[in-house]
C-alpha cells in the first residue's frame, strides 16, 4: 500500500502564498490535489500524469496555483499564489494504482491512496 503524507500548509492573509508537499513512498502513475471545505464537497484542485508530465487544473485555481513533482524523490507539489479567503479548506493528496484519464480525474473514486490533509486558512 502506497502512503502519502502531506505537509505545507498554513495560516495567510489574502494575496500571500504557500507551497503544500505530498511525499509518496513509493511510485503511483497519478498524483493530484483535493481540497474539501467545512460544509461542502471534496473538490479536484489540480492533477499530474507523472509519466507524460501533464497537469490539469479546475478552473478557480488556473493561473494561481501549479502542480509539480520532483520525480526523484516521489514528491509532489502545489504552489498556491494569490490566495483568497475561499481557498480555505483541508489539502489531501491522491493517487491512483493503475492510472487516470483527464475526463474523471476530479472524481475522488478515481484514486486509491489519500493522505491526512493538510489545513489552509486565508483570512481576508
Known amino acids: 500500500r502506497v502512503q502519502l503524507e502531506e505537509s505545507g500548509g498554513g495560516a495567510v492573509p489574502s494575496g500571500g502564498s504557500l507551497r503544500l508537499s505530498c511525499v509518496a513512498s513509493a511510485y503511483t502513475p497519478c498524483v493530484a490535489w483535493f481540497r474539501q471545505a467545512p460544509g461542502k464537497e471534496r473538490e479536484g484542485v489540480a492533477l499530474?500524469?507523472?509519466?507524460?508530465?501533464?497537469?490539469y487544473y479546475t478552473d478557480f485555481v488556473k493561473g494561481r496555483f501549479t502542480i509539480s513533482r520532483d520525480n526523484a524523490k516521489n514528491t509532489l507539489y502545489l504552489q498556491m499564489n494569490n490566495l483568497k479567503p475561499e481557498d480555505t479548506a483541508m489539502y489531501y493528496c491522491?493517487?491512483?494504482?493503475?492510472?487516470?484519464?483527464?475526463?474523471?480525474?476530479?472524481?475522488?473514486?478515481?484514486?486509491?491512496?489519500w493522505g491526512q490533509g493538510t489545513q489552509v486558512t486565508v483570512s481576508s
Open positions: 499530474r500524469i507523472v509519466a507524460s508530465y501533464l497537469t
Open positions: 491522491a493517487a491512483t494504482r493503475i492510472g487516470c484519464d483527464s475526463a474523471s480525474w476530479r472524481e475522488g473514486r478515481s484514486y486509491d491512496y
